[in-house]
């Protein structure tokens, strides 16, 4: 029996896509900062599936010491990784040169989450799977990633960008092993963070998909080795767009999108 180990887990598409690992009997690591919520969703499991085994860990993958300290913990319960999902990430709204001292801090957080802990969480799990000569990692990035840049959240639209970057760069050095690399890249999707941010006003305007049906497009197209999967047709034109139109233009139309927040 495989283990999928899901960062972010606690709720969103790290959520629902343990619920669906944990139905096809995968072992599951899940890794958040809200422990309650991460027992909430093992009791949950647990009623459906009794047989896989389910281990959760409070952490805050932010901290620079966080993700060899999780490969230590799973080192030390003899605990091996078939699949990674870096999943875990934050975004900040805001015009950049107006942002206070504290927003500034919740950026360098952000960006230690949605960039280092992937890198070094990455590295470490892959020098794993190199000696196993096996295993899949899953990176969840945006259709953001494909945008020219992102007014009022440049940094994390940067962020994502980043990380599909680095995610294709990886799965080209590692395509003659039995290693692949994938990258999730939804659109405007239901989630907490959707909910409770200034993107609400926004986002109650326009069809979103839900992280459910986000989780089952990436279970899917992670098993199919798919190099970067997309979930959803406006989506998929939304990126095809990102590529036709002059960038002057996109920059115009994300400023636009982003006020009406």
Do not use: W
């Not at 690399?181 to 305007?205: A, N, R, V, Y």
């Amino acid at each position: 029996m495989e283990t999928v180990l899901i960062t972010g887990a606690s709720s969103g598409i790290g959520y629902e896509l343990a619920k669906i690992y944990a139905k096809n009997n995968y072992n599951l690591v899940l890794v958040a900062r809200r422990i309650e919520k991460l027992k909430q969703l093992k009791r949950e499991i647990k009623k459906s599936n009794s047989k896989i085994q389910i281990k959760i860990i409070e952490m805050d993958l932010s901290e620079s010491k966080a993700p060899k300290k999780l490969f230590f913990l799973l080192e030390n319960d003899n605990i091996e990784i078939d699949i990674l999902i870096n999943n875990a990430g934050i975004g900040v709204y805001g015009n950049f040169l107006e942002l206070s001292h504290k927003e500034m801090e919740k950026i360098e957080k952000m960006l230690n989450l949605n960039i280092i802990a992937v890198v070094k969480l990455t590295k470490i799990f892959l020098n794993k799977m190199k000696k196993q000569k096996r295993g899949t990692i899953l990176n969840v990035a945006s259709t953001a990633a494909f945008q020219p840049a992102g007014p009022l959240m440049a940094t994390y639209y940067a962020s994502k960008s980043f990380m599909l970057s680095f995610s294709e760069g990886i799965r080209y050095e590692l395509k003659n092993t039995n290693i692949k690399i994938s990258t999730l890249c939804p659109g405007p999707t239901i989630t907490e963070f959707e909910k409770m941010s200034k993107t609400k006003k926004f986002t109650d305007k326009i069809k979103m998909m839900s992280a459910e049906k986000v989780a089952k497009i990436a279970f899917n197209g992670l098993k199919k080795g798919k190099k970067i999967i997309i979930p959803g047709y406006l989506n998929k034109v939304s990126v095809l767009t990102s590529k036709v139109f002059p960038r002057e233009l996109l920059l115009k139309i994300i400023k636009k999108i982003q006020q009406n927040k």
